[in-house]
């Protein structure tokens, strides 16, 4: 070999095809981002999608240029970077040849809440009255607003209950309202009593026995979904060697679900001593918040209370971390929350081992829903006996319903744990809406199956509903009447979930996909579409996979003769593998 030939290979190697740095590119991004040779830190792996977030918010999209930049900044492979940036999907990544977006992005949220309210009419008049090249109008899923449907996301400032006028104006003038959220100040909070049990538990005055049994009498569950008993929860993270980490999951995604919001909303402080009592109980090296990236509002919010607290002395600076999520639902499953955490596309882990034994950081973790922690203080000032004896019909404790669809007044309502559909409806959501009659509901949203009206006396709470084929999951309801189309719905909820899927398995990435293909035909193959939501349920990875054939399932058992009314034929052969009679 000729020294001129080893001297091209040298040059090869270090500057690989269609790889340069741009060292302009590198000055600018520690300009932004700090300069990670003073501040090691900086170039942590968990700190990629914080610097996704914040190139994407200076220049509005990501450039193949930025993240080459990013790459080397992080000291990480481009491949990393690169398959990161474009798993979620509030980031825009640009390449070389492409054109960036306009300046203006317009996302019409198209959840079943949304679509319910118009929100596909909605966007075909954006589509029609903006100049694509100056405004971009794209579908995006639940915002976490369906109680003021239809929702609209301009920039990163939301328009509710939104017209087409509203949004024209609103990207004309600039002028936006901003997100007015009068949360209970650090001062109030304490003056209530709030933080009180944080001092007594970090004083010796209360044992973490003491108050996991507290916890237990009182039969708090995880309110996320799972409903796992928060005091277990804790026991097998406590057995666990040190160090451990705490993780607040306030990434909630399921269509319907917003009770997260409001509760963060109302009173923060009360969240927030909460999570912090959790991450003592366990003996957490630090606090880590994963907040949905539809929330800009609650993150200053947040931010501010946090801060409240170190200038009170009450936390050290450093200890809970804010970190926002970038727009992916299965981000809810808290192994790929983690992943998430850790600066990775976020990918249900295979279990075992639990997170509870290698979660954050490959050590221990304790992972909770906002409402969890939310109810820690209260249960401990006014007793286990209070929360415990607030149920219905058999059940104990309070449940948080965020209600939409076809009620008079959507919205987030404290209601007894085992009341039924009917009795929500009436009480607080002043009956069904004008001109609607119940005729379905959705119990635990996108993913907890379709009951009809005739089961609207089950009692709603964990273990109630899954002999009909649902679970109550974040209790976020949706209510359909006669006026819905029924193949509308169960094809929206099938794209939203062929959308979110993480792609990681095939039963999940293919069957969602495939689902609603069939789903989408004027008539549904029902051999096929059971058979294949047995596959998914049986071999998908984690509960998205699992759970997305729930509402088709139901609609399927409880639903034949509204089927037959809209034209979609059920066949003999169908009938019988429904009924169990054939091979």
């Known amino acids: 070999m000729t020294n001129r030939t080893v001297s091209s290979l040298r040059r090869r190697r270090g500057h690989p095809q269609g790889r340069e740095l741009s060292p302009v590119a590198l000055v600018a991004l520690r300009a932004l981002l700090g300069d990670e040779r003073q501040q090691p830190s900086l170039r942590q792996r968990d700190q990629l999608l914080e610097h996704l977030h914040a190139i994407q918010d200076a220049h509005g999209h990501l450039s193949m240029v930025e993240l080459r930049a990013l790459a080397t900044y992080m000291n990480l492979p481009m491949a990393a970077v690169y398959e990161t940036a474009t798993f979620y999907a509030h980031f825009d990544v640009v390449h070389d040849a492409q054109t960036p977006p306009p300046d203006t992005t317009v996302r019409v949220c198209d959840s079943l809440s949304c679509q319910l309210a118009g929100a596909a009419q909605l966007k075909a008049k954006l589509e029609a009255g903006f100049d694509p090249e100056a405004v971009r109008v794209l579908r995006a899923p639940c915002m976490g607003r369906c109680d003021s449907a239809p929702v609209v996301e301009v920039g990163h400032h939301h328009v509710q209950f939104a017209t087409a006028e509203g949004v024209e104006a609103v990207v004309d003038t600039g002028h936006f309202h901003p997100e007015a959220i009068l949360w209970q100040r650090l001062e109030a909070y304490q003056q209530a009593g709030g933080y009180q049990l944080l001092a007594d538990c970090r004083g010796g005055r209360v044992s973490v026995d003491t108050l996991m049994a507290t916890l237990e009498n009182a039969g708090l569950r995880g309110l996320g979904g799972a409903g796992f008993p928060t005091f277990k929860k804790w026991h097998f993270v406590r057995q666990e060697p040190g160090p451990r980490y705490c993780v607040i999951n306030a990434d909630e995604g399921e269509p319907g679900t917003f009770k997260d919001r409001y509760h963060l909303e109302k009173s923060p402080h009360q969240f927030l001593e909460g999570a912090l009592i959790s991450a003592w109980a366990v003996e957490a090296k630090a606090l880590y918040i994963y907040l949905r990236d539809e929330y800009p509002g609650l993150r200053r919010v947040l931010g501010e209370a946090v801060g409240e607290l170190v200038q009170a002395g009450l936390v050290a600076s450093e200890y809970i971390v804010l970190r926002r999520g970038a ?121 907890g199956g379709i009951l009809p009206a005739s089961k609207a006396d089950v009692p709603l709470d964990f273990d109630t509903l899954q002999n009909h084929g649902c679970f109550i999951g974040s209790a976020a309801v949706i209510v359909l009447s006669q006026q819905d189309n029924l193949q509308a719905v169960a094809t929206n909820l099938l794209a939203f979930f062929a959308d979110e899927s993480c792609g990681q398995c095939t039963p999940c990435r293919v069957g969602t996909e495939k689902m609603h293909l069939l789903l989408e035909r004027d008539n549904w193959d029902l051999g096929q579409l059971t058979r294949l939501a047995q596959v998914m349920q049986d071999a998908s990875i984690c509960g998205l996979g699992q759970a997305a054939p729930n509402p088709v399932l139901g609609l399927l058992k409880d639903f034949r003769a509204e089927l037959a009314q809209q034209q979609i034929i059920v066949s003999d052969a169908a009938e019988a593998i429904l009924k169990g009679s054939a091979p």
């Open 327 to 447: 727009g992916a639902y299965i981000c809810g499953e808290e192994s790929a929350l983690i992943e998430s955490l850790e600066g990775k596309p976020g990918k249900p882990r295979h279990r075992p081992p639990y997170v509870a034994q290698q979660g954050l950081f490959g050590r221990p973790t304790l992972v909770n829903n906002v409402e969890t922690v939310y109810w820690i203080a209260p249960i401990w000032q006014q007793g286990a006996e209070w929360f415990a004896g607030q149920g219905r019909n058999g059940r104990s404790g309070l449940r948080s319903f965020s209600v939409s669809g076809r009620v008079k007044y959507p919205g987030v309502y404290l209601a007894p744990a085992g009341i039924t559909l009917r009795e929500l409806v009436d009480e607080y959501c002043g009956g069904m809406a004008e001109g609607h009659q119940l005729a379905a509901y959705l119990p635990g949203g996108a993913s």
